[in-house]
């Protein structure tokens, strides 16, 4: 049995939404986690974790505290949660989504996991439940997420999300294409929201508007989205990116990936998630894709790609 999850990249309003301000993201289904259930011989017993993409097979103790790995940590977080002992099979992890790029690779491959352990076990997971066992893993990486990663990814869907509010989809009215476009920095997370906060502490009066913008962004963004104006969304993007760079979480290389897509003909472009490093997105029409690829590449970024949000049916 086969199960997986797919990437993820946020269009509006990363960070401000750790703060309470609504943020927009979409999934990338052309990138994917995938996780395997596989029967053991008769003689085998317990849960066995198959990394394949990195080699590695682990046994998995839920008792065994010791082994700080990521994946026999996620998938003692998955057995917890789900307040069973783990079931006689090899789950086979493989991925797609590049790692610590800001594409919610960590999410992708918990949620594929989940489902995996969850069917070996006989479970039953609603997405709700599903929704609440990403988030908590996600908790014990990043500290303080927002919920936004594991939301997009585990419900497949474009999303208007803000923070202890209920779930809402975002119905989308036009097809938009968009290049995503690899910094290749690695993307630090974690770091980046704890030096946020501690900026947000010490000059609240600084940081607090341009949050406050963003939130703006993001709903103007939503209305454009659901209304179908695909031009509107552009400038919105390159805003948001300009006021994310004013809180110091771009970078000098995502700014001039962001240049070199808006100066080869995208209608807008910003980092996507963390930021400092990871990936940025650019809007275009589909006609202009080729040019902004190539301008892309030629100022600098690695493992470029192509993705459509489709229009909702
Ligand atoms: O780097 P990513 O893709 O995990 O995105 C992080 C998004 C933030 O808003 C910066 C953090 C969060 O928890 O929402």
Redesign the pocket.
Known sequence: MHFSAPA?V?LFG??A??YGKP?IAVPVFSLRANAEVRPHPPHQRGLIVEAADLNRVLPINIDDDLVDDALAVTARLVLAALNTTPPDVTVRLTSTIPIAS???SGAAITTAAARAIAYASGVTLTPERLNEIVYEVEKHY?G??????NTVIVYEQPVYFRRNHPIESLSVASDITLIVADSGQP?P?KA??SDLRRRFQAEPDIVQPVLDHMGAIAEAARQHLMSGQIHELGPLMTRNHHHLAALGVSSARLDQLVTASLASGALGAKL????RG?NMIALVQPGKAATVIEGLRSAGAVNIFKTEVKRSC
């Open positions: 993820k946020i990363e960070h939404v750790v943020a800001g594409l919610g990043h303080t997420p927002s919920g936004i990663d993307s997370t980046v929201v996507s998630g963390g930021g990871g």
